[in-house]
């Protein structure tokens, strides 16, 4: 079928949006209608050519809810009409990581999906007879998308997919973060560094778990204002001073759990000596640019300060996205706040001007 899709052509150039060849979906694979889409930095990373993996021509997106329109042979777990979040981080709950409950990086699709195709290694998109891969096996920024089975979370059809696309990323990763990797402990003490989507989620996720107080850290006062919503319970200007002041809120000691969601080594390192002594964790979510490394004197490890780091917040995708789902229909998570703008597919650039500007939290565009 044709359809229309957003794609990069050439690094650092903006998408073009244009009609493309979507083939059916053969074994295990499912047509996905996509309704909504939000606007990631990975995309944008990708687009510029920072991303030394990166690819073109591709259709970029990755954080997309739609609707099941068709599915191949062998699937059995979803049907037409179910809606569905996409997951960049499959889960075929066969694989030694899927079938343990320390990881949920699924090593079943790895490879193609590194690669820019479907696990059988071949493209369901292509112009012109020439195939045009599938970006970090998703390939959202599209009206449909074909996906495997085991890369899409089956939600709530209660839940507005506008709302859902969020959880294919920044949201679940920063709340997994709390509740998967760091599993805050009620009553306890956190920090998170970064105040955009996933710091937000980071915030959201300190609060269900009970958390007595949360420090929020970023530079932008209308974020950390974002972040008292979402249950921060004081607020931090960041910058070198950071941990010093966090220190003095927390009587010397530095707080139970730090979370980084900036991408910044300089804050990486912060977040481990904002924590306590003793027991202190600090969880590390942010991409790092290429080359870069982060500094840990070793005597903060030695007194008893750990380093974990979290990729989809440690999130088993189709196990767990359905279940956040459902705390955001249950009222314990507000989504609302994040989504700043609405844009059509044609406006998808504007999108990424908004990030670079750092205008709201999410742009999501729509479909149809
Ligand atoms: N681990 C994963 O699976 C995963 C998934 C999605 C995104 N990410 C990464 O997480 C990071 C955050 O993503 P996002 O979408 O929330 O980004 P974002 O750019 O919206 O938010 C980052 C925030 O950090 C703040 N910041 C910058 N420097 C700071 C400092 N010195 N002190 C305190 N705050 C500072 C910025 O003001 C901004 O609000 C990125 O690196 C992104 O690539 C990781
Ligand atoms: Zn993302
Ligand atoms: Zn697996």
Redesign the pocket.
Known sequence: MQIRAAVLERFGEPLVVQEVELGEPRAGEVLVRLVACGV???DL?TASGADPSGYAPTVLGHEGAGVVERVGDGVSSLAVGDHVVTLF?PQCRECVHCRDERTNLCLAIREQQNLGYLPDGTARLSRGGEPVRHFMGTSTFAEYTVMPEIALAKVSPEAPLDRACLFA??LS??LG?ALNTAKVQRGSTCVV?????????AVAGCRLQGAERIVC????PA?LELARGQGATDVL???PD?VAAILELTGGFGADYTF?????V??MR?AVEAARMGWGLAT?????GRGETLEVIPRYLITGRRVA?????GVKGRDQVPQLVERYLAGEIDVDPFISHRLTLDEVNRGFEL?EA?DG?RSVLEFG
């Open positions: 990631c930095h990975t990373y981080s990323c920044g990763t920063g973060a560094f970064g105040a955009g989507m996933v710091g937000l989620g850290v970023d530079l932008s974020r200007a960041g910058g950071a980084e969601a900036t991408g910044s300089k804050v912060q590390v979510c942010g991409v790092a780091g979290s990729s989809f917040g990030m750092q939290i």
